[in-house]
């Protein structure tokens, strides 16, 4: 099978590597890919939003299944296009992925099925929005959609920090605005492939989302995660298969646009109950990072029957072990940094399945490894306990010699 992985991040880099292992596999290419997708896979500069351009790729290179990393090709519709041109795609339409790009589309599907999730309000209008906040007082949650959204969310402990958020996002002609309640608990992810019709758990994930150690400072795209997240117990997923995914996915079938991909289910639980606190259309990077690390070559082989519409015969064969990834990141990261250093030290790793070093921004410059972005590199390991694979990936780190970079030195520490 010829396997085309759209993407450029430690994410599409922990795809490839598990893929690369399954036998079914025969040409990998990644587009963009970075410099360590390079070691295992043909690079290939593509534009991932032009549906035309990635299925006429797609076309002159025999592929078989395409596999969509980001969430910015979903949303521009490529594997709508791609699916025109017959070809085999693992992400959903975008008509689908509104359950990731537009908050109140999820909030209508939780209200069409009781799926439990937070309080919430949608408001196009600045003053009635500013009423709404007054009337509930804090804490309260502040999140842009529509036409703001990438403007992000703001958990406003205070009325006025809340009143900044709504100034700000309506500071944008046209902005539209979701206010929620706000949650309490323990936060997890929970990750479902899904083919249409039917779906299958395939792990469960915590991230740490502020650059800092002890949870402090901005927040980041995630810097480091570990799976699986022990408060997601047997009980909590079954009730979350029952009330919140199933329904979902049963919904979406109904409207016409049936879920085809995966379906990363972010939670609140507390008290024995989970809500939904937001869904995604494509793995979480890190989070992919750790379930790859655990699921291996099989990864493969599920990722094509979601893509296929068989997903109802397949299972996954589970180690009792625990994945846990650490990010490296440009200092400065998520706001200003340079970008050029060299990274040294990543050529002498061990090759060695239980300690993989996956790249993100990265570029190869004569023999050099270069940083090109804010995360650069995903430091990963496995183990029988969560403490064995914590203590294989801060190996891992303490062998790259990379001054510009930082890291979080307590990843994990809420489940250890
Ligand atoms: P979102 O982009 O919707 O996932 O929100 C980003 C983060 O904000 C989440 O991971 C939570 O930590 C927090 N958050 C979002 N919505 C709520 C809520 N209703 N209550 C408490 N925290 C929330
Ligand atoms: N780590 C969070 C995300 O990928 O959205």
Same mark, same amino acid.
């Given at each position: 099978m010829n396997i085309l992985i759209l993407g450029g991040g430690a994410r599409e880099h922990a795809l490839a590597w598990a893929i690369r292992q399954n036998p079914k596999c025969d040409r990998l290419i990644v587009a963009p890919g970075n410099a360590g997708i390079g070691d295992l896979a043909e690079c290939a500069a593509l534009d991932l939003l032009d549906g035309d351009a990635v299925a006429r790729f797609a076309d002159d290179n025999a592929v078989d299944l395409v596999v969509i990393g980001p969430e910015a090709p979903l949303a521009a519709g490529v594997s709508d296009r791609l699916r025109e041109a017959g070809l085999r795609v693992f992400g959903p339409s975008r008509a689908a992925a509104l359950l990731e790009t537009s908050k109140t589309f999820t909030k209508e599907v939780c209200d069409a099925t009781g799926a439990p999730t937070? @309080?919430?309000?949608?408001?196009?209008?600045?003053?009635?929005?500013?009423?709404? %906040?007054?009337?509930? @007082?804090?804490?309260? %949650? %502040?999140?842009?959609? @529509?036409?703001?959204a990438g403007k992000g969310v703001t958990v406003a402990r205070t009325l006025a920090e809340a009143e900044a958020a709504l100034d700000a996002l309506f500071a944008t002609p046209g902005a539209e605005v979701v206010i929620e309640e706000f949650m309490t608990g323990e936060e997890a992810s929970f990750f479902v492939l899904c083919d249409g019709t039917d779906a299958l758990p395939i792990g469960s994930a915590q991230d740490h989302k502020r650059a800092f150690d002890g949870d402090e400072g901005p927040n980041t795209g995630g810097m480091g995660a570990y799976s699986p997240a022990p408060v997601l117990t047997p009980a909590i997923e079954a009730q979350v298969m029952a009330r919140i995914v199933r329904p979902t996915l049963a919904e979406m079938a109904r409207r016409g646009t049936p879920y085809q991909g995966v379906l990363y289910v972010g939670l609140m639980i507390a008290d024995g109950q989970a809500r939904l606190v937001e869904y995604n259309a494509r793995f979480g990077d890190p989070e992919c990072q750790v379930l790859m690390l655990r699921l291996g070559a099989q990864a493969l082989d599920l990722i094509e029957a979601a893509a296929s519409g068989r997903l109802a015969g397949m299972r996954v064969n589970w180690a009792d072990d625990h994945a846990l990834c650490v990010v490296m990141a440009t200092r400065g990261y998520p706001g200003e940094h340079a970008n050029g250093s060299s990274v040294r030290g990543t050529g002498a790793l061990p090759a060695d399945p239980a300690s993989v070093l996956f790249h993100a921004a990265t570029r190869r410059e004569g023999g050099q490894i270069i940083a090109a972005g804010g995360r650069v590199l995903s430091a990963c390991g496995r183990g029988e306990t969560l403490a064995e694979a914590r203590a294989r990936a801060y190996a891992l780190v303490a062998a790259i010699d990379w001054p510009e970079g930082f890291c979080r030195s307590d990843i994990g520490w809420r489940a250890l």
């Amino acid at each position: 099978m010829n396997i085309l992985i759209l993407g450029g991040g430690a994410r599409e880099h922990a795809l490839a590597w598990a893929i690369r292992q399954n036998p079914k596999c025969d040409r990998l290419i990644v587009a963009p890919g970075n410099a360590g997708i390079g070691d295992l896979a043909e690079c290939a500069a593509l534009d991932l939003l032009d549906g035309d351009a990635v299925a006429r790729f797609a076309d002159d290179n025999a592929v078989d299944l395409v596999v969509i990393g980001p969430e910015a090709p979903l949303a521009a519709g490529v594997s709508d296009r791609l699916r025109e041109a017959g070809l085999r795609v693992f992400g959903p339409s975008r008509a689908a992925a509104l359950l990731e790009t537009s908050k109140t589309f999820t909030k209508e599907v939780c209200d069409a099925t009781g799926a439990p999730t937070a @309080g919430w309000a949608h408001f196009d209008d600045a003053a009635a929005a500013f009423a709404h %906040v007054r009337a509930r @007082g804090a804490p309260i %949650v %502040v999140k842009a959609d @529509g036409l703001a959204a990438g403007k992000g969310v703001t958990v406003a402990r205070t009325l006025a920090e809340a009143e900044a958020a709504l100034d700000a996002l309506f500071a944008t002609p046209g902005a539209e605005v979701v206010i929620e309640e706000f949650m309490t608990g323990e936060e997890a992810s929970f990750f479902v492939l899904c083919d249409g019709t039917d779906a299958l758990p395939i792990g469960s994930a915590q991230d740490h989302k502020r650059a800092f150690d002890g949870d402090e400072g901005p927040n980041t795209g995630g810097m480091g995660a570990y799976s699986p997240a022990p408060v997601l117990t047997p009980a909590i997923e079954a009730q979350v298969m029952a009330r919140i995914v199933r329904p979902t996915l049963a919904e979406m079938a109904r409207r016409g646009t049936p879920y085809q991909g995966v379906l990363y289910v972010g939670l609140m639980i507390a008290d024995g109950q989970a809500r939904l606190v937001e869904y995604n259309a494509r793995f979480g990077d890190p989070e992919c990072q750790v379930l790859m690390l655990r699921l291996g070559a099989q990864a493969l082989d599920l990722i094509e029957a979601a893509a296929s519409g068989r997903l109802a015969g397949m299972r996954v064969n589970w180690a009792d072990d625990h994945a846990l990834c650490v990010v490296m990141a440009t200092r400065g990261y998520p706001g200003e940094h340079a970008n050029g250093s060299s990274v040294r030290g990543t050529g002498a790793l061990p090759a060695d399945p239980a300690s993989v070093l996956f790249h993100a921004a990265t570029r190869r410059e004569g023999g050099q490894i270069i940083a090109a972005g804010g995360r650069v590199l995903s430091a990963c390991g496995r183990g029988e306990t969560l403490a064995e694979a914590r203590a294989r990936a801060y190996a891992l780190v303490a062998a790259i010699d990379w001054p510009e970079g930082f890291c979080r030195s307590d990843i994990g520490w809420r489940a250890l």
